[in-house]
């Protein structure tokens, strides 16, 4: 995590599989970067669980509250296809749109 960006945010690579056992580190990196702008890339994801988009979801409004950019990018189709499995719109995560 903690990768400087280059507009200056922090960045996250997500782990391949956000299952239960992934909510905890997951939990503690959004924890350390509290407080400043993040950059979360979502490329890897295979699996994303209901627990993980939570906790995605409290983060979004935490940095929303706090007035800190936050924004999820080069999110997968699987990814993708679980917030909408789960009802969840890529809006209310600030996932960016990818341009191709």
């Not at 996250?12 to 400043?36: F, I, K, W």
């Not at 295979?46 to 995605?56: A, D, F, N």
């Not at 999820?72 to 809006?91: C, K, Q, T, Y």
Request: proline share 3%; glycine share 8%; no cysteine.
């Amino acid at each position: 995590m903690s990768n400087e960006s280059q507009n200056g945010a922090g960045h996250l690579q997500l782990a391949e599989n956000l299952d239960l056992t992934a909510v905890t580190p997951l939990h503690q990196s959004l924890l350390t970067a509290r407080g400043d702008a993040l950059v979360i890339d979502a490329s890897e994801v295979e699996r994303l669980g209901g627990q993980s988009v939570q906790l995605l979801l409290s983060a979004s409004k935490s940095w929303t509250d706090d007035g800190v950019p936050f924004e999820i990018v080069n999110a997968s189709e699987n990814f993708l296809s679980a917030l909408e499995l789960l009802g969840v719109g890529p809006g209310s995560l600030h996932v960016k749109e990818q341009t191709q």
